[in-house]
């Protein structure tokens, strides 16, 4: 070990250094949540990505944190995030206009393992800003959709004004390819869809609970609780697939901010199965 | 008599308790038909009946100042609307409006409450059919009252 060539770092060396990015489109979906549509700003092409990755992206001057992708990973020419203002660094972010630069680091993480639910049902359950990490997922079931078996989309949101990508909701919908339950944990007299928590759905699935895949994304208690009511009905612990959440710093398991018991989240998740992290879910120390 | 009869009998609430009570609880028994925007009780009216529901959908609303009534529910077909009638002062605490047209069968409360203190062996077997609907309704609500989908504090 007495050579420099035993020190040889694990990742690239370039692992550290963003891209320069430039926002070709934004568009406003909530009012504190935008979806940003970056292009290179040179002419090298975008990286690849797989449905479930994130990317850091950097702020000049301002910071760098983990945004997850919400794009469609079938169009190379784009990279498409969806971030909610909630901090310096988010909230500048949404802050950018079309044409401004920045950094962008990555893909990193594990994907959602679309193709295991080949001939399969599937059961995609999203709850607030978790339905934009999901939405890749659901790009690439729909682009496949003889290939699997029933598609469900259940997703919860705080209120109706609250629902995310609307539009692409309801045209989903009309295409009848997919069924889609939508809820809200409470809503004005006129709402005329479903009240009460995304949990609450799932017993009235008509899948194929004993050989069905369900892929999860939310807040973590609403991911607990979800994936508790997934296996109730039957399906498989190892079949359901949550996409956590921790504070991923330098994204590629170095720095250790992300720690999950032994693992790291930027890089053994954020897609992790529920059977390997059930036990730690509930622990506060974790 | 006998189609009120089976559906009772074939709710999963009611599954396994025997003819006797199936015939009683037909007995206390009738078809409701509810118009979507038709109420089916307000707050504190007494809570004499049980909805179970086989079609529609009906919403339980809260009235806020301000903000009008606000649902906090929603419930569909096989479920049950109505789970005040077990414990006194036996009176509604929301309102229950059907969202869409919304059929199925209310069960007279206060025959079924007449009964349990009679056959207390029945009034158990009830119990432990509407505990666990009352359970599952408070972790709903606990989640929702954590607000998950609300911005990190």
Redesign the interface.
């Known amino acids: 070990m007495d050579r420099l060539a035993d020190f040889a770092p694990m990742v690239a060396p370039d692992a550290m250094l963003p891209r320069v990015v430039r926002v070709a489109r934004r568009t406003r979906d909530l009012p ?1 949540t935008w979806t940003l549509e970056l292009v290179p700003a040179d002419d090298m092409p975008l990286p690849v990505y797989l449905p479930g990755q994130f990317t850091m992206l950097y702020v000049l001057g301002v910071g760098e944190i983990p945004v997850s992708i919400s794009g469609d990973a079938a169009d190379p020419s784009r990279i498409v995030q969806t971030i ?1 203002a ?1 901090g310096k660094v988010s909230e500048a972010c949404t802050h950018l206009s079309v044409g401004d630069t920045l950094g962008l680091r990555g893909p990193y993480g594990t994907a959602w393992p679309v193709a295991e639910g080949y001939a399969r049902d599937v059961v995609v359950v999203a ?3 978790g339905l934009a990490p999901l939405r890749p997922a659901l790009y690439q079931l729909l682009a496949s959709r003889p290939r699997f078996g029933k598609l469900v989309l259940l997703y ?3 209120k109706p004004d ?1 629902i995310l990508f609307r539009r692409q909701l309801a045209g989903w919908r009309r295409q009848l390819d997919m069924e889609i339950e939508v ?1 809200v ?5 006129d ?7 995304v ?2 759905l799932i017993p ?1 699935l008509g899948v194929d609970a004993a050989t069905a895949m369900a892929l999860v994304c ?2 973590e ?2 991911m607990r ?1 979800a994936a508790s009511a997934l296996h109730d009905i039957g399906m498989a612990e190892s079949s359901i697939h949550l996409s956590l959440e921790r504070n991923m710093k330098c994204a590629i398991g170095l720095c250790g901010h992300c720690q999950f018991a032994g693992s790291f989240v930027c890089k053994d998740g954020a897609v992790m199965r529920y059977d390997k992290v059930r036990r730690l879910m509930g622990l506060k120390e974790i | 008599m006998e189609g009120l009869e089976g559906i009772v009998a074939e709710h999963r609430l009611f599954q396994g308790l025997g003819p006797d009570f199936v015939a009683l609880a037909a007995g206390c028994a009738k078809n409701v038909r509810f118009n979507a925007d038709e109420y089916l009780f307000h707050a504190e009216e007494p809570a004499d009946w049980i909805y179970l529901l086989r079609h529609g959908r009906v ?3 809260l009235v806020t100042p301000g ?8 419930l ?1 077909e096989g479920e049950i609307v109505g789970l005040t009638w077990l414990l006194p002062p036996y009176r509604w605490g929301y309102d229950a ?1 059907a ?2 047209l919304t059929r199925g069968i209310a069960l007279d409360a206060k025959c079924l409450r007449d009964k349990c203190e009679v056959d207390h062996d029945l009034g158990y077997a009830l119990l432990k059919r509407f505990l666990p609907v009352l359970v599952q309704r408070l ?2 609500m606990r ?2 009252m ?7 504090r």
């Open positions: 504190d909610r909630v709850g607030g800003l919860g949101t705080r609250d809820t944990d409470h809503a004005g007299a709402w005329r869809g479903h009240v009460g928590v949990t609450k009235r939310g807040p208690v609403m609780f | 919403a339980l609303e903000r009008g009534a606000v649902q906090f529910e929603t569909g409006r969202i869409e972790q709903a989640l929702q954590l607000d998950v989908y609300g911005p990190p």
